[in-house]
């Protein structure tokens, strides 16, 4: 089994314009993600892009890049892209480019069911939730699984609704997938669902499409960069931890 690393990187950005440049520690943000997942157990790691800037920077660090469309809506429809181009590879993982602070142990995690399970379409992670604001804050996409541990929903709402205030875990959704390679060339062409447009949760369209999700569980919590702001706080937690590439 071929296992293709593909990190999205777009440079147009309505909260942070540019992001991928963006520097931390005196290297930009997609440099560390980069450097970060080639640690991985990926057989090779591309980085998707639709812009010239993004892709001269990662060819100056000595990265592997890929100019893609610019009409691309989503991370997904420029990962489609790429997944076209690598026939050889058994399973694309979907690694997010506004996260610098990705763990290795994430991405290898996310292989594994594959490995496991060569009929599997798709698998994502989760982290226990310890600050009880996130589990009502909207920004935080919650997730609950079957006994097996395949998603039942994704939503922005807390879910499962506690009625009697019981003892009971809540789980962030954390966004980095794998996907068995024809299924991800196919997931166009899957009907979009009321449900995601309703939660603007894409992985819900495979759900309402019958298909399974495996969602492993995650000790790691990372901190993607939204906002300028943010980027700020992810240099501190580079300083206070002494993180390096």
Known sequence: MKILGVIPARYGSSRFEGKPLA?????TMIEWVYKRALKSNVDKLIVATDDMRIYDKVKEFGGDVMMTSNSHKTGTD???EVAKEWNEYDVIINIQGDEPLIEVEM?????????????????????EISNKNNIVNPNIVKVITDKNGYALYFSRTPIPYNRDKKDAKYYRH???YGYNR?????YNNLEKSVLE??????QLRALENGYKIKVETTNFDVRGVDT??????VERIIKI???KI
């Open 107 to 127: 991405i290898n995690q996310l292989i594994v069911p594959f490995v496991e399970n060569s009929k599997l379409k798709m698998a994502t992670l989760k982290h």
């Open 23 to 27: 520097l931390i520690n005196g290297k």
């Open 197 to 202: 447009e309703m939660e603007s949760l894409e």
């Open 78 to 80: 420029r990962i489609i």
């Open 174 to 176: 954390i966004g980095i």
């Open 182 to 186: 024809q299924f991800l060339l196919n």
């Open 228 to 233: 300028p702001e943010d980027l700020h706080e």
């Open 241 to 243: 931890k002494g993180i």
